[in-house]
């Protein structure tokens, strides 16, 4: 193996999962992009090459340069990094295109420095890239990518991240429209205040779906999957989302939602088959609205950053 670089498998993830808005998260397995990152003489952090996706080469202006300067900063290493991304995740899909690059970086930035720094601080870095990519430096994409399976951030101030138990079995179908939704967008027509009563069914669906995904309980995995805050309001600028869901949850899925701030629409399912089956029904729904797609499936990823060359 070459010490002084590495080339990783960065993966997408889901943000929110119905219930969790910026605090659940959860990372794919089959949808993710590939970066290789190498040592250099030169402090700094250079982008030498991105394929895939037109997204700015400056590091200033790229969230894999805004983490990766983030770590340097922290590190007492003298030279530098140079990056090449791989993007197969598209920009403002709402399926963690940023948090990849900037959780990727500073995860293979960390493995070529020998480790010095623990998961909880490469999420820290890696927030400062989603700080740029969205004006908020939310975790909610980061900590999955990092942590693998599902996570949960109990806190902000102070940060405090927690690994949750997965299931084995957890597949996901991910419908992607192709239209766009900016993320400040999305955010501005959420209303500031909820009410007690949503508040009580919504910590009622986290306490659930957590307690649904330690005891590996699918059924309370379904039942705890809603969202009684932001999906009624964010679904209406997602072509067909009421028909897709409903036609997931018809197809055998556990429950459905918003990925992200959207427009990806993701469904979980117990087993691959059944999240094939969604995938199916979904197609269907979609072939009558006439907006183009990306579908994936993919198994709930439980190891997360991946070193594509041990
Ligand atoms: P997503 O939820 O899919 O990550 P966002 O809207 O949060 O989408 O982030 C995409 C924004 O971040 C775009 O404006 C894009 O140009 C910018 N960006 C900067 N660097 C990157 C990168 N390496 N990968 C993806 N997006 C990046």
């Not at 952090?45 to 894999?64: C, F, R």
């Not at 990056?83 to 500073?106: F, P, Q, T, W």
């Not at 960390?110 to 720094?117: G, S």
């Amino acid at each position: 193996m070459n010490k002084n670089e590495i080339k990783v498998f960065c993966p997408a993830t889901i943000a929110n999962v119905s219930c969790g808005f910026d605090v659940l998260g959860l990372a794919l397995d089959a949808v993710g992009d590939e970066m290789t990152v190498r040592k250099i003489d030169t402090k700094g952090v250079y982008i030498s090459k991105i394929i895939g996706q037109d997204i700015p080469l400056e590091t200033e202006k790229n969230v894999a340069g805004i983490a990766g300067l983030a770590l340097l900063q922290a590190s007492d290493y003298l030279g530098g990094f140079e990056i090449e991304i791989h993007k197969k995740i598209k920009a403002g899909s709402g399926i963690g295109s940023s948090a990849a690059s900037a959780a990727g970086a500073v995860w293979a930035m960390n493995m070529l420095l020998e480790n010095p720094f623990s998961t909880i601080e490469l999420v820290q870095f890696a927030m400062e890239g989603e700080r740029l990519a969205s004006g908020v430096p939310h975790a909610d994409n980061v900590a999955p990518a990092l942590f693998g399976g599902f996570t949960l951030v109990r806190s902000y101030d102070p940060l405090d991240i927690i690994q949750i138990h997965t299931p084995k079995e957890l597949y996901a179908t991910i419908l992607h429209p192709q239209i766009e939704i900016k993320t400040a967008d999305s955010r501005k027509i959420l209303k500031t205040t909820i009410s007690l009563q949503d508040g009580i069914k919504q910590w009622g669906n986290v306490g659930g779906l957590i307690a649904g995904l330690y005891t590996e309980d699918y059924a309370l995995i379904g039942r705890s999957l809603v969202d009684h805050i932001v999906e009624p309001i964010r679904s209406i600028l997602i072509p067909g989302f009421d028909d897709v869901k409903k036609a997931s949850l018809d197809a055998g899925a556990l429950g459905a939602g918003i990925s992200g701030s959207g427009p990806s629409i993701f469904a979980l399912s117990k087993g691959e088959q059944t999240a094939e089956k969604v995938a199916k029904s979904i197609k269907e729904v979609y072939r009558t609205i006439g907006v183009e797609y990306d579908l994936h499936i993919s198994k709930v990823n439980l190891e997360g950053m991946k070193n594509l060359n041990p």
